[in-house]
């Protein structure tokens, strides 16, 4: 890349939005998936954890729930709603900018290099913690499994310390991440198909349980609807909302699709609009089959279905879960790995890290360091801990995200959109606000995790990338 390719200087230089197309044919990754296996992708990124973990974590009045109750509802529609307004403008940058990074890409090509580095670096820990706390949520659907069967493992295995008697390591979602970074490894093409075949099986699990859960549903559990009072649900909403945008993670796999411009936006659309009709009705069902101070928080369908007097479906959906789930560990691994991968190839971080295997094309080197990190995460810390990692990075990097857009359309109002997102400026704008709503009820501890992975990174940026990244380079 030549100084005529980035506007600004030092570390507010930027690439030029036109240049990144070309700069993504020599990227080193294959172009293998199609519309429905991004749209798979994005919908088992997406409907996972929230509805056969988080659900019940969120609405359970028992000890290791948030007490939220039937207001459950309320705390995944407004966590939809700011995706929603942020998916919008997403979709936008997909189709003008197909190339490896999401957020962090957008992020360096409209507001600098800094800042791309801060989103990018923070998405390197909120994807990665994302892994851990789906494998955590699986882990916790195969003991109600191993209950039924009635078969015992050693108390140890079971759970992070703190989690129960005698638990010293989840080995079950340590090995669930070193799977999954097994599977990345293989290819891209191969990985695509084993996704949509599970998440397949994952939307035919949730609609069963919606269709024979709601002969089960017994309106008075709906009352008192919300315990926690609002504050209560807007705090379930700040929970679950890593839930909801599988499509982020998805669109760092532009690079890997057959026609980015296109197919992106279109994934990001239908898979969030697929998702949230099932959260809507999954919610419904669990609030409505059992009472939300007996709903158990770690299987809470499992449990519910057990307490009808199904521990048949209970048994069905567990093993569903523990299935199903895996494509979220997919989606989320794919997108840490893509985006480590694209700040690797702009020099911010060691170019090491970008090398792809020369025979299945992926980087697999980056693939393995996550799958491992998110191991040790995932075996040592307790759920609830691991998912308020999540979500503080996502949520700033939809801030950028929307303000991005509104900034490129008058900046830029002559780029070619395959996608423009509606009502600009009001729809990023709703974006931002809902965002910056929901990170004030994020926990004191959250914030300081946050500041101190910030401050680590801001000091490797100045030491290391702000001299090294390619367009140093270009400025001499």
Known sequence: MSTDNSHGRGIWRRKRVDQLTEDTEAGGLRRSIGLWQLTAIGVGGIIGAGIFTLAGTVASGAEGGLGVGPAVLISFLIAGV???????????????IPQAGSAYTYGYAVLGEVVGWAIGWDLLLEYTAIVAVVAIGISGYFSYLLAQLHLTLPAWMMGAPGTG???????????????????????????????????????????????????QIRTANYTPFAPAGLGGAMTGAATVFFAVFGYDAMSTAAE?????????????????????????????????????????PTAGFSAAFAHAGMSGLG?????????????????????????????SRDGLLPAWFAKTDPVRHVPARVTWIVGVASALIAGLMPIAEAAELTNIGILLAFVVVCFAVVRLRRTRPDLPRTFRCPWV???????????????????????VRFGVWFLVGMAIYLAYGRTHSVLARDDG
């Open 82 to 96: 700011a995706s929603a307004a942020a998916a919008l403008s997403y979709a936008e940058f997909a189709g003008l």
């Open 165 to 215: 008697p005698g638990h010293r390591v989840d080995l079950f979602a340590m090995l669930l991440c070193l799977f999954t970074a097994y599977l990345l490894t293989r290819g891209m093409k191969n990985a695509a198909r084993f996704e949509t075949v599970v998440v397949a099986l994952k939307v035919a699990i949730v609609l069963l349980v919606v269709v024979v859960g709601a002969f």
């Open 256 to 296: 890997e699709s057959v026609d980015a411009r296109r197919h992106l936006p279109r994934a990001i659309i239908y898979s969030l609009a697929i998702s949230m009709v099932l959260y809507v009705l999954a919610c419904l069902v669990l609030t409505g089959i059992q009472s939300y101070t007996e709903i158990d």
């Open 315 to 343: 048994t069905v959906v567990a093993v569903g879960a523990v299935v199903g789930i895996l494509s979220v560990l997919f989606t989320f691994m794919l997108g840490v790995t893509r985006v480590w991968f694209a700040m």
């Open 425 to 447: 400026p009001v729809v990023p704008l709703v974006g931002m606000a809902f965002s910056l709503w929901l990170i004030t009820y994020l926990q004191w501890q959250t914030w």
